[in-house]
Each structure stands twice: as C-alpha cells, then as structure tokens.
C-alpha cells in the first residue's frame, strides 16, 4: 500500500465501485492468445498446423482448427471465437493476425503468448506426433487430425469421447 499517496488523497476525490470478479471480467471483456503450432502428416513436406485460441487469464482452451498455415484457416478460428466476444488479442505477430485483427484489439508481443506457448510444450510432451523429431507420425490427415483433437476435446474440454 502507498501511504505517501493515501495520506494526500481528499476522500472527496476517491471513488470506489464494488463488484463480483465476474462482473469485472465481463466489463473488461474477454482476453485471448492466438497461436499457431506445426507438425506434419506423412513427411516434413506436408506441414498440418494447429491454429488454437486460450483465453488470456485462465488459459481454457476456446475453440481450435486445423490447416495449413494460411488466413483461410485463421479464418475459421476467427468465426468459432465470435461467439465469446473477444476484445483484446495477444498474438506472435503472423501475418494472418495483422491482416484480420483489427490493429486497435490487436497486441503484438511474446510477453502476453507465455500460456499458450507452454500449451505448446505440453502438447509436444504428451502427443509423441507433435515432437519435431520423431519416428511417429500420421500417415493421413484424418488421423492426425483425430489424435490431436481427441486429446484437446478431453483434456481441455473434460469431454470423454
């Protein structure tokens, strides 16, 4: 606590709004990182990336996609994220981000990605088809697809499948 400053404070000049934690988040609205996670199917050639959205504070996951490495398919992100009412969005800095953000929800940083780049590292530690060098490796996109959404649907969704 700042003493210096409380004891130069008129109580005339102080305003104090109580509210539930809910109520506060839902004033400031939701916060959200964006990234973008590679592996491949079948050889390196044929990268598959995994496009996911968390949400900045808690870090629950909030929707993902799966495709190449193109706005198209951070398009679909975009549309699944709509529901929740995003307000601020903290990404890497892809191209994609810059072009369909709009600049003034946009914050360009690694400072404020931390939670879904340790998202990443779980992933990669967990799924064995994630890691960049390995021998195990979807032979199809299905299957790809399937394994890492399955895992995502359960441990990040609690839905057993």
């Given at each position: 606590?700042?003493?210096?400053v409380?004891?130069?404070?008129?109580p005339?000049?102080v305003?104090?709004?109580i509210?539930?934690?809910e109520?506060?988040?839902?004033r400031?609205?939701l916060t959200?990182?964006?990234?973008e996670?590679?592996?491949?199917?079948?050889?390196?050639?044929?990268?598959?990336?995994?496009w996911?959205?968390?949400?900045?504070?808690?870090?629950?996951?909030l929707?993902y996609?799966?495709?190449?490495?193109?706005?198209a398919?951070f398009?679909?992100?975009?549309?699944?994220?709509?529901?929740f009412?995003?307000?601020r969005?903290y990404?890497?800095?892809?191209?994609?981000?810059?072009?369909?953000?709009d600049?003034?929800q946009?914050?360009?940083?690694?400072?404020?990605?931390?939670?879904?780049?340790?998202?990443?590292?779980?992933?990669?530690?967990?799924?064995?088809?994630l890691?960049?060098?390995?021998?195990?490796?979807?032979?199809?996109i299905?299957m790809?697809d399937?394994?890492i959404?399955?895992?995502?649907?359960?441990?990040e969704?609690g839905?057993?499948?």
């Amino acid at each position: 606590m700042n003493h210096a400053v409380l004891q130069n404070l008129h109580p005339e000049h102080v305003e104090v709004e109580i509210c539930r934690a809910e109520e506060l988040a839902q004033r400031r609205g939701l916060t959200s990182e964006l990234d973008e996670m590679w592996s491949y199917v079948g050889k390196k050639a044929e990268p598959r990336w995994l496009w996911h959205a968390i949400d900045h504070h808690s870090g629950t996951v909030l929707a993902y996609v799966f495709g190449r490495r193109k706005d198209a398919v951070f398009l679909q992100l975009q549309t699944l994220l709509e529901p929740f009412g995003i307000t601020r969005f903290y990404t890497d800095g892809w191209g994609a981000y810059e072009r369909h953000i709009d600049p003034e929800q946009h914050h360009v940083g690694k400072e404020n990605t931390q939670k879904i780049e340790s998202k990443h590292i779980n992933l990669r530690t967990r799924i064995k088809r994630l890691v960049r060098r390995t021998i195990c490796f979807s032979k199809t996109i299905t299957m790809h697809d399937l394994v890492i959404g399955l895992f995502i649907n359960r441990y990040e969704f609690g839905v057993a499948l």
